[in-house]
């Protein structure tokens, strides 16, 4: 069973940065053709991607978002973590990581989620 | 402004059949990339509910499917139940880049 759960504050400061993990179980990230995204989701809006790490460490972002954000795994323990800089009010939403694989290009399965609130 | 627009809200009473429609353009679906789809239940997570334009994922009712043709895809539930009101979301390519629609929100009267 793949199951995915993304942790990391609850609140975070405007201009500060922040750090989420996603750890995950029933596939590694070693595997070929596995990947992991990030997409998040402001309160009562769409969900937006912000990026992806495959197994061979390549890395997408947003075009949007991409100077603000880094994507990182740690292959041993099973986590993928996301930094984003910068951090601003618009930015507060749900975060979610998802595996998706190279080939299929859909999102399964999904994390809970994890609500971020920017605020000073 | 998403890249795929879909309609904001669709309703339908149960039993009934309804469709929501996902459209795109010539850099995306029109491309040639699948459209993926997701129901999020309220106070949930994203769920999948159709990949690769047409294909269930197991134990997702066959009530649901999916199609595609052109620049637009469409969502299509029959036997509506009161179970199915979520927000619909899908989901594609532009130019490499992962893009979804606005999402729409399904009322069952």
């Known amino acids: 069973q793949v199951t995915l759960r993304e942790s990391g504050p609850a609140l975070v400061k405007p201009t500060q940065t922040l750090t989420l993990t996603c750890t995950f179980s029933?596939?590694?990230?070693?595997?070929?053709?596995?990947?992991v995204s990030w997409i998040r989701q402001p309160p009562g809006k769409a969900l937006e991607w912000l990026a992806r790490?495959?197994?061979?460490?390549?890395?997408y972002y947003s075009a949007s978002l991409k100077t603000r954000l880094t994507i990182s795994k740690d292959t041993s323990k099973n986590q993928v973590v996301l930094t984003m800089t910068h951090m601003d009010p618009v930015d507060t939403a749900t975060y979610y990581c998802?595996?998706?694989?190279?080939?299929?290009?859909?999102?399964?399965?999904w994390g809970q989620g994890t609500l971020v609130t920017v605020s000073s | 402004q998403s890249v795929l627009t879909q309609p904001p809200s669709v309703s339908g009473a149960p039993g009934q059949r309804v469709t929501i429609s996902c459209t795109g353009s010539?850099?995306?679906?029109?491309?040639?990339?699948?459209v993926h789809w997701y129901q999020q239940l309220p106070g949930t997570a994203p769920k999948l509910l159709i990949y690769?334009?047409?294909n269930r994922p197991s134990g997702v009712p066959d009530r649901f499917s999916g199609s595609k043709s052109g620049t637009s895809a469409s969502l299509a539930i029959t036997g509506l139940q009161a179970e199915d009101e979520a927000d619909y979301y899908c989901?594609?390519?532009?130019?490499?880049?992962?893009?979804f629609g606005g999402g729409t929100k399904l009322t069952v009267l």
């Open positions: 790490i495959d197994w061979d460490d390549d890395k």
């Open positions: 998802a595996r998706i694989s190279a080939t299929g290009g859909w999102f399964d399965p």
């Open positions: 989901q594609s390519y532009d130019s490499s880049h992962v893009v």
């Open positions: 690769g334009n047409n």
């Open positions: 029933g596939f590694s990230l070693s595997t070929s053709g596995m990947c």
């Open positions: 010539s850099s995306n679906i029109g491309a040639g990339y699948d």
